[in-house]
Structure formats: C-alpha cells, structure tokens
C-alpha cells in the first residue's frame, strides 16, 4: 500500500494523473488504496466492494497504464476485456474508462444488447484497445467476426458476484 492514499503516490502515467486531478480525484478510496498498488505491481486480484466505492477507477486505471505507450499497431485488437452482466453496468462503465484515458491516445468502446449492432461494428472496426462489452453482445460481435480477441491481455470480470447469481445471461441485455 502506498505511503499516503494520494494518486499521486501510484505509478500513474502523469497524463492521468493530470486528469484525475481535474476529475477531482485527490485520495484513494479504500478499495482502490487497497488494489492499485497491488494491480499496478503486476498481480492478479479478486476484489470486493459495495457500489460507489470506486471499484472502476481501482481496475480501469489500471489497465490505462498498463497499456499507455504501448504500440498501437495491433491495429483492431483489444487488449483489454471488461465483461460486465448489464448493458447499464457495461455504459457506465465504459463512460468512467473514457473519461479516465481523456488525455491518452487509448480509445474504448461498449457493445451491449438491444441496440443495433451496426454501429458497435463501425467502432470496433476502427480499433479500440479497451472493449467493455456484455457476454451475450460480445459474442454476437466475435461471431460476426467484428472484433479479435486473442491479443488480450487483460480481463475484468465486473460484478462477477452475478455470475454466481446466475444473472450472467442474455436476459441481462
């Protein structure tokens, strides 16, 4: 755990840290004192925590700096999987991960059911790094062939505590 429960603690590129300071962003919560340091240092985490408590900065930070710099010539390859169990978890989300890679040149898209997939289709054609997606959606997309997921690197299971629940089906979307 870091010194303090500043950002400014963490190994943040300092593009993010420029902009969770304009996000408002100044100390950690506890889940994301207790997991950043953790995440960032390389290991794998099973993380629990009530909703508000901050739990998407703790992994979507995470996998922002893990893949700032990186070469983006892997073209339409994702590189990073966020599997939620709603399409209102999976929008939520995605909207926190964009703000959060605001002054990076990562790009991040959301596919869920009970919309057209025609636009989706169009976003991940044009490359996105970062997929948040629902289960049902995502492999509507991997069987139309719209988007490549062997060179993903990262996986977040968010609210996996559904799936125990039984509620990681396409009723969801």
Not at 108 to 125: N, R, S
Not at 136 to 162: F, M, P, T, W
Request: aromatic residues 4%; charged residues 15%.
């Amino acid at each position: 755990t870091p010194a303090n429960d500043s950002f400014a603690s963490l190994p943040l590129p300092p593009a993010t840290l420029q902009n969770l300071q304009q996000l408002g962003y100044h100390t950690m919560t506890p889940i994301q004192a207790a997991s950043l340091p953790l995440a960032l240092a390389g290991h794998d985490l099973i993380a629990q925590a009530k909703t508000g408590s901050g739990k998407t900065a703790a992994f979507g930070l995470v996998l922002l700096a893990n893949l700032v710099g990186k070469p983006a010539q892997r073209g339409t390859d994702v590189q990073a999987l966020v599997l939620c169990p709603t399409r209102e978890l999976a929008d939520q989300v995605a909207n926190s991960v964009k703000q959060y890679a605001k002054f990076t040149k990562l790009r991040a898209t959301v596919v869920f059911g009970g919309i057209d997939m025609k636009p989706q289709t169009l976003e991940l054609k044009a490359g996105v790094e970062v997929l948040i997606a629902t289960p049902g959606r995502l492999l509507d997309h991997i069987a139309a062939k719209n988007c490549v997921l062997n060179q993903v690197e990262y996986v977040v299971l968010d609210d996996a505590s559904d799936a125990l629940n039984g509620r990681w089906d396409r009723a969801g979307e």
